[in-house]
């Protein structure tokens, strides 16, 4: 059984940063692929970004390429998410996901991959 928890989220001016950190116990995280998605009110979780259980293949939506960047640190059990040139439309709720690699296809696009879930940090972005 996999914990994951969020934190990191908060109220930012458009434009502006964030780093969303997640940190996971209770299994080998490096056994992995990490993931983070978005739920917005009234919206549909949707895929943001993932990455490998050995952080060397990352993958993102089109919507958040070359504005955020995922990445983990396997000896502390964590993944980031930087936030940068936030904007209005990327006020969501924030999770981050795990996905084991022995049953995954790359790149673990779909919720339904995903085994554990965290219970999400709030990013809010004002124009």
């Known amino acids: 059984q996999v914990q994951l928890v969020e934190s990191g989220g908060g109220l930012v001016q458009a434009g502006g940063s964030l780093r969303l950190s997640c940190a996971a116990s209770g299994g080998t995280f490096s056994n992995y692929h990490m993931g983070w998605f978005r739920q917005a009110p009234g919206k549909e979780r949707e895929f943001v970004a993932a990455i490998s259980r050995n952080g060397v293949n990352t993958y993102y939506a089109d919507s958040v390429k070359g504005r955020f960047t995922i990445s983990r640190d396997n000896a502390k059990n964590t993944v980031l998410l930087q936030m940068n040139s936030l904007k209005p439309e990327d006020t969501a709720g924030y999770y981050c996901?795990?996905?084991?690699?022995?049953?995954?296809?790359?790149?673990?696009?779909?919720?339904?991959?995903?085994?554990?879930w965290g219970q999400g940090t709030q990013v809010t972005v004002s124009s």
């Open positions: 996901a795990a996905d084991f690699f022995f049953r995954s296809n790359w790149p673990p696009l779909v919720q339904s991959q995903y085994d554990y």
